[in-house]
């Protein structure tokens, strides 16, 4: 019987406490995710997951479970900023004279 290291048994049981709070392919993604939710002060982790079944990879960004509503509400907020501003920044085709005064 093969004898494990404590340290390796509190790695995996640290790893155990966290849950997946996103999947997302590019690895970018996962880090900028993993930033946003340590700046908003919840620990973050991101691992590489291979769905067998599928034979998808994926990017796991995970988060202890106590913090799981919290990580969605701000990655959900984070995505609708950056669906506004994309939105915002296309180029628009306004008649800039609608806007000036005939007084």
Do not use: C, W
Not at 5 to 14: D, E, I, P, R, T
Not at 68 to 79: F, K, N, T, Y
Not at 80 to 99: C, I, L, P
């Amino acid at each position: 019987m093969e004898k494990r290291s404590k340290k390796q048994h509190k790695s995996q049981a640290k790893l155990k406490e966290f849950v997946v709070v996103t999947l997302v392919e590019d690895l970018e993604q996962a880090k900028e995710y993993e930033t946003l939710l340590k700046i908003n002060d919840i620990p973050a982790i991101i691992k590489e997951q291979t769905d067998q079944s599928m034979a998808t990879k994926g990017i796991a960004v995970m988060v202890p479970e106590d913090f799981l509503d919290e990580a969605h509400v701000v990655i959900e907020s984070q995505d609708a900023y950056d669906d506004f501003y994309d939105f915002t920044s296309e180029e628009d085709d306004f008649d800039d004279s609608v806007f000036e005064d005939d007084f």
